[in-house]
């Protein structure tokens, strides 16, 4: 059943593809990270079908098979964290438990939304949470996580603060000052490049002499792990030990979850073929190592639940997520008197 591949078969969709050891987490665990990639599945083709439709009106960076990475990593999350996104955040605040319903209403310009319908799809905040912000500028939060380590560790206290990034985002010169300055001043932060091997539409073989980003971390000293972003279990084990040990010693940790998109860049297309590598074949391929599929078929092969149990929660939250969507288009849209709320200006 489980086969023994190397770090580097990570890059090759033709591997990875096998169920794993479920033992030893319990059987509520494993319905809790199962619902929870369920919804942010279903949420992602939720919200790419209304876009389709022209029901939102701004774009939409979607993480649909990406989702085990955010998911594994939120269970070692405390309230107290500070976390920050990129403009692919849907999972990142959803798998910390935001309202789905809040959600929703941002994407389509409701005053009950996340951002109070300013922001959309890539300014999304929920302090509630920890979520401190998704912005559209690749590798502007980086820094900003960088600052909450500073404030963290002048408040003593033993929160963390954790940067969502992209292979992309390595490539700008803010990543490496921020691992610099994470380092050298030792500050309780996470860096955690999600490489799904594509910046925008130009996959990483185009980019750079290696197809791993962690080396960036070697670089500045920091402690990384490699690890399959497509299981669930072992982003949740390798984030456990690492957010622990960030706690403890107060020293920056770098994870690079190697994963895929199912959705192109933007939007509901699959963008085949505008990339060198993003092909037909290898799309089907990457599929095979769908973090929910696997996942499912491993609880299933080792008797945790059967295949009827997971297909009924699959369809309690597509039908909870239909009843959200009705319910927030009933929700009143931004009054544009509002618009220059909040918006700092000086009149000279
Ligand atoms: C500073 C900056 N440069 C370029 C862009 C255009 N842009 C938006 S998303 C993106 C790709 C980012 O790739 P990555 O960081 O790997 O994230 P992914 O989209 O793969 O999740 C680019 C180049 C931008 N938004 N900001
Ligand atoms: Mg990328």
Redesign the pocket.
Known sequence: MIKNNTTEDLLDPNKYQDNYEISPFSKEVCESLFRKLVLIRETEIKIANERKLNNIKGPV?L?AG?EAVSVGISENVKNSDYIFG???SHAHILSLGSPVDKLFAELIGRSTGLSKGYGGSMHLVDMDVGFMGSV?????TVSMAVGAGFAISQRKSDSISIAY??????E?GVFHESLNLAKVNNLPVLFVV???L???HMDIDKRQPSSFTSRFAKSNLIEYKIVDGNNVLDVLRCSKELIKNIRETKEPKFIEAITY?MFG?VDWREDIDVGTNRCEESLRKWKLRCPIKRFQNSLIEQNFFSESELDSIKLEIINALDYSWQKVTNDPLVDKKSLLNNVYFENK
Not at 136 to 140: K, L, N, Q, S, Y
Not at 165 to 170: E, N, R, S
């Open positions: 960076h993480s990406q990129n403009h692919r559209p500028i690749v590798a502007g990034l992209g292979d992309g985002a390595v700008e999600e490489n799904n594509f910046s925008s998109r860049h």
